[in-house]
């Protein structure tokens, strides 16, 4: 199982990007997953999560301004994040919880995107 984040890149203060991060191999389907970033020097934080009942829980630094959804047809999550600040600026990582067959899950990291908010 892999799990392939893509989108990141280089954006101005107030600018919009959308994260995806999509789950490849035998799996069934994903269960739940979140986005999580961390910045140099400081610890990996959830930024937002989404249950599989679609129910979503964001970081208070940024709700309102980012959106987690899913496809499950396509075994993705995705990231929309808007009004973006130069404090958005750090590495994102996409975690889920995968079904790999009935009855059996397990717990994947993708690679990380870079995000860098600057002027």
């Known amino acids: 199982v892999q799990l392939q984040a893509s989108g990141g890149g280089l954006v101005q203060p107030g600018g919009s990007l959308r994260l995806s991060c999509a789950a490849s191999?035998?799996?069934?389907?994903?269960?739940?997953a979140g986005w999580y970033r961390q910045a140099p020097g400081k610890q990996r934080e959830l930024v937002a999560a989404?249950?599989?009942?679609?129910?979503?829980n964001y970081a208070d630094s940024v709700k309102g301004r980012f959106t987690i959804s899913r496809d499950n047809a396509k075994n993705t999550v995705y990231l929309q994040m808007s009004s973006l600040k130069p404090e958005d600026t750090a590495r994102y990582y996409c975690?889920?919880?995968?079904?790999?067959?009935?009855?059996?899950?397990?717990?994947?990291w993708g690679q990380g995107t870079q995000v860098t908010v600057s002027s």
């Open positions: 191999g035998s799996i069934l389907s994903i269960n739940a």
């Open positions: 975690n889920a919880d995968v079904w790999i067959r009935t009855g059996v899950r397990g717990s994947y």
């Open positions: 989404i249950a599989s009942d679609g129910s979503t």
